[in-house]
């Protein structure tokens, strides 16, 4: 099992490719967007949604094994793309993990750059939402 | 006559530069147009000779500067065809300019009861104002159905009138469609019934002739910033007769005759509406860009623009998963689309990583967005300094992005 800091030097290293060019990695992104899994109609639903961002973006979150396994879903490609990479560091992770975390890779990345503020701050609500998720799935298992 | 564009490019330096590395390609004129050289000059000046406040200094800086801001005014009269300075009021943006009169015309003139009319094409600065004033009077609001190409239908807006009508506040022209409002039409049908008219030129103004005489509205509401001056200045023309009769809007400095604490008299038209020390530096300034302005022609302007706009809708319209927005063919320079299956932000962001600026989402017209069943559209607008070869870089652009969903 990778950590969340080896996720996020695969990240780094990925991006490093891309260079400064924004066009590709606008592309880039989006392209990651396509990989999410299959979300469900059903779950699309208003409590679902992630307050604080400018597109529509859904995220559940279930446990398994005591690891936190996060679904979601957005209206937008490029959000896709960007809660993509935000399953791909945090999932399957532990909930200790995910909330000890430090996503370092957004800022190595550049990623303010890529995406502007304004999808930056969306960006940020959707972090916070997974921690949440995963302060709920900890203290069920310190119960 | 053709435009001379690169002398008019050069005169904008805001232009000569690159986004990620990319020539920027600016099209988000319907939001804001960016400013020639000499407004730029024309507020640094101001600022290094002939900072003071305006119209009760006694030195000569004083002097001077309330002779340029006045210059101005009397400007804009000329710009739009007004009987008279003093029916030029000057204000925050559009937005304070619609909420001076909803604010004013309504508190003493709409009442319980009464009917103001608005469109479906609205902005939200022409939409809020009058829901709260609908709110504290009890008056209700109407709305004019418009078709599907975006244009409103006439016959219903015959149908809304009435001996209730107070108010007729309609877009000049769309913000998000382009579409031209057949405001004359509107303005003597409002009239026949005894009804006052708005006419929200925010977009009209920097690329149509207009004449507040000829077209008899009651009140135009405008901003310095589409048309090439500063950000943070407005306008409101109205007819002397009506704004003599409003109430003022804020209380403060220079809206006053006399002030004793037992009753305070008003200043004449437009002071009455000018309370505090005016945006002095960027009305100067506007000067410079109405300067501009006539040194091209406005109808100059409208040919190239209309070129544009044709050119434009020639280019993407060949594109597969290409569907306009707004099919009217009388319109101000502005495209709206969307891209089969995909999101308008998506396409603004793949857009502004080719260094090609436009404005995607819901243009502040969320009601109009939903009677289209649209979440939002990609825009693009264009200016007097746009180029073909600019769309040609839009086109191939938007041709680029569509493939990755229209192949």
Redesign the interface.
């Known amino acids: 099992m990778n950590s969340i800091q080896d996720i996020q030097e695969e990240i780094i290293s990925e991006f490093e490719i891309l260079g400064?060019?924004?066009?590709s990695?606008?592309?880039y992104i989006?392209e990651l967007g396509g990989n999410l899994p299959e979300f469900p109609e059903e779950s699309k639903i208003e409590e679902n949604i992630i307050k604080g961002c400018?597109?529509k973006v859904w995220l559940t979150a279930s446990e398994e094994d005591g690891r936190v396994q996060f679904q979601a879903d957005s209206?937008?490609?490029?959000?896709k793309g960007l809660i993509s990479l935000l399953i791909r560091v945090l999932g399957n992770q532990t909930p200790e993990a995910i909330l000890n975390s430090d996503l370092n890779f957004l800022q190595k990345i550049g990623m303010g750059n890529i995406?502007g503020s304004q999808r930056s701050n969306g960006l940020v609500s959707m972090i916070q939402q997974m921690k949440r998720y995963a302060l709920a799935f900890q203290a069920k298992q310190n119960a | 006559m053709a435009l001379d564009l690169n002398h008019i490019r050069s005169l904008f330096p805001v232009l000569h530069q690159e986004v990620y590395g990319k020539p920027l390609i600016y099209l988000d004129n319907a939001a804001t147009t960016q400013k020639p050289q000499a407004v730029l000059d024309a507020l640094s000046n101001y600022y290094s000779k002939d900072n003071s406040n305006i119209h009760r200094g006694a030195h000569a800086l004083a002097d001077r500067a309330t002779a340029y801001f006045e210059e101005t005014r009397e400007a804009i009269k000329i710009f739009i065809g007004a009987k008279e300075s003093a029916e030029i009021i000057f204000t925050k943006g559009t937005t304070e300019s619609i909420n001076l009169v909803a604010a004013t015309f309504g508190r003493k003139f709409i009442n319980e009861g009464d009917e103001i009319i608005i469109s479906t094409l609205e902005h939200h600065s022409n939409i809020v104002p009058w829901q709260m004033l609908c709110e504290e009077k009890g008056a209700i609001l109407k709305v004019i159905p418009i078709s599907d190409s975006g244009e409103i239908i006439f016959e219903e807006f015959e149908k809304l009138l009435s001996s209730k009508t107070k108010m007729v506040s309609v877009v000049h022209a769309s913000n998000a469609l382009g579409t031209i409002n057949p405001v004359k039409e509107i303005i003597q049908a409002a009239h026949k019934v005894g009804a006052k008219v708005l006419l929200d030129g925010a977009q009209s103004t920097s690329h149509l002739d207009i004449d507040v005489k000829e077209l008899d509205c009651d009140f135009l509401a405008f901003s310095a910033h589409k048309l090439y001056g500063p950000t943070g200045l407005g306008i409101l023309y109205g007819k002397r007769e009506i704004l003599e009769a409003m109430p003022p809007f804020q209380g403060g400095g220079e809206m006053i005759k006399e002030v004793t604490f037992e009753k305070t008299t008003y200043n004449e038209i437009p002071f009455k509406f000018e309370a505090g020390t005016p945006n002095i530096g960027d009305v100067i300034a506007f000067k410079a860009a109405l300067d501009f302005i006539d040194s091209i022609g406005k109808k100059n302007i409208k040919a190239h623009e209309d070129e544009l706009i044709a050119y434009a809708q020639e280019k993407l319209s060949a594109i597969k998963g290409f569907i306009p927005v707004g099919t009217v063919k009388d319109r101000v320079s502005v495209i709206s689309f969307g891209i089969k299956d995909m999101h308008p932000f998506d396409v603004g962001m793949m857009l502004d990583s080719k260094g090609i600026a436009v404005r995607t989402g819901h243009h502040c017209t969320q009601p109009l967005m939903k009677r289209l069943g649209l979440e939002g559209t990609v825009r693009a607008s264009f200016s007097v300094y746009n180029s073909k070869k600019e769309i040609d870089a839009l086109a191939e652009g938007v041709e680029k992005i569509a493939r990755i969903k229209n192949k």
Not at chain 1, 20 to 23: I, L, M, N, P, R
Not at chain 1, 75 to 79: G, L, S, V
């Open positions: 400064d060019d924004k066009e990695t606008i592309y989006m400018q597109s209206n937008t490609d490029i959000t995406i």
